[in-house]
């Protein structure tokens, strides 16, 4: 829900779709494009060895969209690598300062609150009242 008020505020764009980097997302991002009323799509992708992936099939349209690319961590940036540009917007939950990819916008727990960035923090105390409100925080 944090993320989903987030891009219904700022993202103009009428033309996007949320992308799933990996099958095991695809859960988390279905709930995301379901809440900003989105388009899904799933990247089919293979390991061929630790900390590599290579990219097998790319499942629903994305040519000529504007996407926001929905991952629970960034750690070390190589799933993220080729999605890196001015057209796509990274979400991730958690981000590892390592990472060769600085999502667009993540979550960093502080305290008992959660804070997204790089949101200010007047716009941190909104989300946490959002929050209580939703009982998410309980």
């Known amino acids: 829900p944090i993320f ?4 219904k505020k700022n993202i103009r764009s ?17 709930g995301l494009a379901k809440k900003i009323n989105a388009d899904l799509a799933i990247i089919d992708k293979r390991r061929p060895q630790a900390g ?3 990219v097998m099939n790319i499942i629903g349209e994305v040519k000529n969209k504007d996407c926001i690319i929905v991952d629970d961590i960034a750690d070390t940036g190589h799933t993220l690598k080729d999605f890196d540009n001015d057209k796509n917007t990274i979400v991730t939950i958690h981000y ?7 999502p667009s916008f993540y979550c960093e727990e502080k305290g008992d609150k959660w804070i997204v960035y790089p949101w200010e923090e007047k716009e941190s105390e909104e989300i946490q009242d959002y929050l209580k409100e939703e009982n998410i925080n309980e």
């Open 4 to 7: 989903a008020r987030y891009i």
């Open 14 to 30: 009428k033309n996007f779709l949320c992308v799933s980097p990996d099958a095991g997302g695809i859960e988390r991002t279905r």
């Open 52 to 54: 590599r992936s290579q």
């Open 96 to 102: 590892h300062k390592q990472s060769i990819v600085k």
